[in-house]
Nanobody
């Protein structure tokens, strides 16, 4: 079992940066792939970024590639999402997730554990 708690969301202006953190608890976290997803009002939850358990493999949605960076620190049981050059269309609730049975994944259903989400609002 893995518990996930996100933090770091907030209200920023277009062009600003934010760093989201995801604190994990549970013995198996260091062996799980981790991912960030987001859900905007009236839209389905969508993939943002994923990282393998070792940090050696990362993958990003085209919409954030070059602006967002996912990283992890297994010693601290944490995953991060550095978001630069934020745009109004990045406004959403951001969710951290863990997938114990996959190397890295951009598929919602591959993730067994989810956090409660943190709101990111980007004003123009």
């Amino acid at each position: 079992q893995v518990q996930l708690v996100e933090s770091g969301g907030g209200l920023v202006q277009a062009g600003d940066s934010l760093r989201l953190s995801c604190a994990a608890s549970g013995r198996t976290f260091s062996t799980c792939a981790s991912g960030w997803f987001r859900q905007a009002p009236g839209k389905e939850r969508e993939f943002v970024a994923t990282i393998s358990w070792s940090g050696g493999v990362t993958h990003y949605a085209d919409s954030v590639k070059g602006r967002f960076t996912i990283s992890r620190d297994n010693a601290k049981s944490a995953v991060y999402l550095q978001m630069n050059s934020l745009k109004p269309e990045d406004t959403a609730v951001y969710y951290c997730a863990a997938a114990p049975r996959h190397l890295a994944s951009d598929v919602n259903s591959d993730y067994d554990y989810w956090g409660q989400g943190t709101q990111v609002t980007v004003s123009s």
